[in-house]
């Protein structure tokens, strides 16, 4: 099985996120992210055998990070996979926390991680042609509270666990 941890957004956030992907369609086509599937990945695993879960889980547990809000503020364009996707001009403090809290923890637990730097993204669209322009949009923002361990397969995402951030008292 295919796996990676994710944060999701909410539903009005989905919305607006839906209405940049069509910005985002109108300027270069491609195949639209469905709305159940939209995501920010925080570190991608991969393949697994189902036995590998236990260790995902456990490493997963021992994160301790702090519920934030997220924004994201900018679209973009790769061409070397040929997506379009949302993300942020600026990186947020708490979101590299938790993204390198979880990364510290899956490596106590040997479990191999890309090598290649983060950069969080929400996915739009796929197999979409390089705009001419790269749309502006309004932020998007929404609360952080959980984290999920989520299976990949050609059917779409199935989540499998979450756990909750800390929120300060
Ligand atoms: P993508 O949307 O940019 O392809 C499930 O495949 C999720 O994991 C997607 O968010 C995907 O990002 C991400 N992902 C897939 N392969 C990856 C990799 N090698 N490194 C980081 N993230 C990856």
Redesign the pocket.
């Known amino acids: 099985m295919r796996v990676?941890f994710a944060v999701w957004p909410d539903e009005p956030s989905l919305i607006r996120l839906e209405e940049a992907g069509s910005r985002l369609f109108a300027a270069c086509g491609g195949k639209r992210t469905r709305r159940e599937s939209i995501?920010l990945?925080l570190a991608?695993v991969?393949e697994i055998e189902e036995g590998e879960l236990g260790k995902l889980k456990e490493a997963a547990c021992r994160v301790s990070a702090s519920a934030f809000e997220i924004v994201l503020d900018k679209l973009g364009y790769w061409k070397h996979?040929k997506?379009a996707?949302a993300g942020c001009m600026q990186v947020q403090r708490p979101l590299l926390e938790l993204v390198s809290l979880l990364e510290a923890e899956l490596k106590a637990s040997n479990v191999a991680l890309?090598a290649?730097p983060y950069v969080p993204?929400v996915?739009l669209l796929r197999k979409a042609e390089r705009p001419e322009t790269i749309p502006d949009i309004p932020d998007i923002s929404w609360a952080v509270s959980e984290f999920t361990l989520t299976a990949?397969s050609p059917s779409g995402y199935q989540n499998l666990a979450s756990w909750p951030l800390k929120v300060d008292a």
């Open positions: 990676f995501h990945t991608f991969g996979n997506i996707w890309d290649r993204h996915t990949s």
